[in-house]
Each structure stands twice: as C-alpha cells, then as structure tokens.
C-alpha cells in the first residue's frame, strides 16, 4: 500500500513537471508564432507603405499638374469673359450706331421732303415774279402815269393811286418772298448737306465697330478652339488626378484595414500593458484651445485635393501659433503604433484598454515608441504639417471598438 501511494505520488509530481515543461513550450512556441507573425506584418506594413509612398509621389505630381492646368483654365475663363463682354459692348455700340443712323436716315428723308416743297414754292413765286416782269416790260413805267391821268374825276385819281400802291405793294411781296424762300431753301440744302455728312461718318463708325466686333469674335473663337483642342487631355489629366485622390482614400481605408488585422497584436500590447483608460478625454493640445478648422464629418471638402471626400474620420485642429506645439496623450494609454503613413504623415495611436483608441496625426516629431505605457497628459509629440496636409495642424480621431466617432462630443465649448 506504501509502495502504491509513493508511485501515485511520483506519478504525479512527473505530471506537473510534464506539464511545466509542456507550459514552457507552448509559451516559447506562442512567442515564436507571435514573433513571426510580427514580422509579416511588418514587411507587409513596409510593403504597404512604399505603395502609398509611390501613390503619394504620383498624387502630388497630378495635383501639381491639375492646379496648373484649372489655373490655366480659369486664366482662359477670365480672358473668354472678358472677350465676351468686349462684344456685348460692341454689339451695344453698333445697335447705338445703328439707332443714330436710322434717326439721320429719317431727318434726311423728311428734310429732302421740306426741300422739295419749298422748292415747289419757290418755284411758283418765281414764276410769279417772272410774269409780272415781263408784264411791266411789255406795259413801260408810262402804263402807272397813264393809269393816274387817265381818271375822269378827282375820286377817280384817288382809287387810281390806290391801286397802283396795293400792285408796286403785291410786286415787292412776291419779291420778299422769292428771297426769303430761296433763303430757306438754301439754308435746308444746308442743313441737307450736313446730316448726308454726318450719316456718311455714322456709316464709317459702324463699319469700324463691326470690323472690331469680327475681330473679337475670331479671338473669342480662337481660345474656345484652343480649349476644345486641349479639353481630352485636360479631362484625362483631371481623370488622373481623380484617380490619385480615390487612391488617397484607398490608403486611409488599407490603414485601417491594417489597424483590423493588427487587432489582436494591438490588444495583446494593451493587455500586457495592463492600462486603463478613464473613458474621459483631455484637450491633446493642453492650455492652446486653438480652433476646429475641420470637424468629423461623412462627407466633406478636402482642402488639399478641392473635393468631397468619402468621410473625414476625426477632428482638425488649427489656428495661429501651433506649429511644433506638444501634443499629449488624451487619457492613460499605451502606444500601439507610431511610425510614418503617406496620408497620416507622421502619427501616433493610443490604445486606453476600454475599447478606445485615440490617432494622433501630421505631427512634426514623434517622442514615443510602441509599447511605451503613457499617463494622461504625456508629450508623445510635436504638432506639424507631414503627410496630406494643406499646413500645420492636429488631425485627433478617436475610435470606439474600432469605430471612428465624433471627438467633439467628448470637449465643450469648442471654437469653430
């Protein structure tokens, strides 16, 4: 019975020391499996990042060449308004020119018709006239004396020398007349004369203008050929520059498909670090309040690219005096990954162990490395302007179980 207790009992002890040793194995085994797997995703991570940094290269070259090309374009725009209001004001000119001209048209023709008729009635007074001299060149001055003494009474004389006053009276009229008429005519032939000149003027005006608004038009048609020559290239370019910008978004999306596949390495750092989050969050930028140039959207306009991006995943912050700021973790944490990302620039997650994680990016310098157990407030580095930025700012995201939500609803009284 002694015998068969103490060979239970070494039985036992060679159990435990069994599975000691088999522990120990499969802790090495363990470590070695994680090891490896470490390393593919590392060469996965480099490989990843020399295709956004080719991407990016290939992006910042079309940018260059779209914003050259929508300067050139609006430089066209600008010189095609400018052209097209340069013939709206010659077209108003000519319809000006145009409107004088009908109006000379119709005093001419209303001032040949005067023209005529007083020639007309000059016409008749002159005959007038003529008939008369003729009759006191037939008649002799003799024919008034005979008239006078030819009266038989002294009453007769009278009426006589009435009469011969109202005709020398008739024939000086018509002579007035005839002049002032000529006169009239004159002055209207005249007046005739300087309107024909005018409206001569008028047409070389017009002619003028028109040959100007030809020239202007052939201009304007030049540049819209030029344009419609260059459009298929433009377009393709422009085509090209989309592209690059939906690669810009294809990388941030491989970042947190590689944040995903990461997941359980980064847990892993969380649980060894043993940390714990508050769940509160400070201001990363302390004491500089700064302001929210962009918040956390869906859907908004990307200032470098000058489009609706598919979603702006955190928060920007920015404003005078920022640059090189320090930027400090937003609750206890531990650092999972800090590195460079074409989009992100240089960049900094935070693990907290509830579930949160806070991204930290386009920071100038990073002070911090993976592993690392950090308090709230600690410096993990500097703010700056790497990556896909249009200048210096904070981009602060903070992910819930691997969500991206909205920093604000953690912050009051923020300046937009």
């Known amino acids: 019975m002694k015998k068969q207790t103490v060979r239970i009992i070494c039985l036992i002890l060679a159990a435990i020391m069994a599975i000691g040793v088999l522990t120990g194995i499969l ?29 990016r290269a290939e992006q910042e070259r079309l940018k ?18 400018s052209l097209q209001n340069a013939i709206q ?32 009635q000059q016409d008749t007074l002159h005959e007038l006239y ?3 001299l003729r009759a006191m060149e037939e008649n002799g001055a003799v024919s008034y004396y005979s008239i006078i003494f030819g009266a038989s009474s002294f009453s007769d004389m009278l009426f006589r020398l009435d009469a011969v006053a109202a005709i020398r009276a008739n024939d000086e009229s018509i002579y007035s007349r005839l002049v ?59 085509r ?11 990388a941030r999306e491989e970042f947190d498909k590689q944040i995903k596949a990461e997941e359980a390495l980064l847990r892993e750092i969380e649980e060894r670090s043993k940390v714990k989050g508050t769940g509160k969050f400070i201001w990363p930028l302390g004491d500089f309040t700064g302001r929210v140039t962009s918040p956390f959207s869906k859907n908004r306009l990307d200032p470098v690219t000058g489009k609706y991006y598919k979603d702006h995943g955190g928060m920007d912050i920015g404003g005078v005096g920022i640059n090189g700021l320090p930027v400090m973790a937003a609750d206890n944490a531990v650092v999972l990954k800090a590195g460079k990302d074409p989009s992100y620039g240089n960049f900094v997650m935070l693990g907290h162990g509830n579930g949160y994680k806070t991204l930290y990016a386009h920071l100038s310098k990073i002070t911090v490395k993976v592993g690392q157990v950090l308090e709230r407030g600690d410096v993990i580095g500097n703010v700056g302007s790497t990556g896909n930025s249009t200048g210096p700012h904070l981009h602060f995201e903070i992910r819930k179980d691997n969500v991206k939500v909205d920093p604000a609803q953690f912050f009051k009284n923020l300046n937009y």
Do not use: P, W
């Open 27 to 55: 802790s090495t085994l363990g470590s070695a499996l994680t090891s490896d797997r470490l390393e593919e995703l590392e060469a996965e991570k480099k490989k990843h990042e020399q295709e956004l940094k080719e991407i």
């Open 64 to 81: 260059k060449e779209k914003n050259s090309l929508q300067k050139q374009i609006s430089a066209k725009s600008a010189e095609i308004s």
């Open 89 to 120: 004001t010659e077209i108003n000119v000519i319809a000006l020119l145009k409107g004088i001209a009908d109006d000379l048209d119709h005093q001419i023709t209303d001032k040949k018709a005067e023209i005529r008729d007083l020639q007309q």
């Open 130 to 132: 003529c008939t008369r």
């Open 180 to 238: 002032a008429k000529e006169e009239e005519t004159r002055e209207a032939q005249l007046e005739l004369e300087q309107k024909l000149q005018d409206r001569e003027d008028q047409r070389i005006m017009e002619e003028e203008e028109q040959a100007f608004l030809v020239a202007k038009e052939a201009e304007l048609q030049k540049i819209v050929d030029e344009l419609t020559t260059d459009f298929e290239g433009i377009s393709e370019e422009i």
């Open 240 to 250: 090209k520059a989309n592209a690059a910008e939906r690669a810009e978004e294809k």
